[in-house]
């Protein structure tokens, strides 16, 4: 490994407090999807999950396709202008802001995450402006994200928002209150609010690259089916199928349809659109805040 940054990745130097020596999560998702933005540990932690599980790259792509598609109906049908990314990550192609701002260009958007890597390069590549915001903050004191003045100058909680938690909760320990800070955070959204929420499932296929992640800036925690699903409890979910009049064969049980919780991938989509080789280990929906 070296601690020397390389001519395809993260430039002249490393934003304080980054030891490049260590494998990242934001930089070896970033790795998964192609990007530039990694180190040489980073890639070689990457590589062993990949060798694990090769679908890797395409449970990411596909996790972005989910993020991308919920924002879209979001923005769209629901009207929702007001979207709080976190662990957000490094900015990739289609980031919420220029999904939701593309619907609507008055569209406020605040990202945050707690890398320090992934804010720099989410301050230097999204232009920040009164609807734009990249703001530093751990998931695990979501007291604190919330009551930095930074979000209140983009997000006004007493209108709905769009509360995103993309594979972030999988980097949250049970004993960190992960089912306490999604409900300290939904309660702080107004009625008519979303959880929008995908999250790596607890699937054989799996486990063997939760041990690089012991060594990466954060473990891995994966969750049951139940587990994702208790994250939605109290809200209304939103009809995952697909909304065109087409079958909705990929989605596994009515109860799933039910809950709004379905396999990734599955959520207002069908396979073929990811061309995906077999159902990914990873589980995603969208509920509402009555
Ligand atoms: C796998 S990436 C997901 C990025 C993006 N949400 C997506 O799904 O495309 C996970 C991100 O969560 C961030 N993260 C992990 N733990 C966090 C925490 N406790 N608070 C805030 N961000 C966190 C990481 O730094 C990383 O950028």
Redesign the pocket.
Known sequence: MTSQPDEAGMGPGSPAGVDPDVP???R??DYY?GGKDNYAADREAAQRVIDVFPQTPQL?RV??AF?QNAVRHLAGEAGIRQFL??????P?RENVHQVAQGIDPDARVVY????PV?LAHARALLVENDLTRVMQ????RPDEILAQKELSEIIDFSQPVAI?L???LH??RDNENPYEIVKTLMDAAAPGSYLVL?HAERDTRLLDGVPVYDAA??PAVLRSYDEIARFFEGLEPVDPRPQDGGPDNDIETPEQAASGVVRLGTWRSRWPTFHSDAPLPAFSGVARKN
């Not at 990314?85 to 490094?90: E, F, N, V, W, Y």
């Not at 903050?137 to 695990?140: E, I, M, T, V």
């Open positions: 990242n999560v934001a070896m998702y999807l990411a996790n972005r993020l990314d976190i662990g957000s990550g490094l990739t945050v995450d707690r890398d992934a903050g751990d998931l695990r995103l993309i594979f972030v980097f949250v995908s800036t954060s």
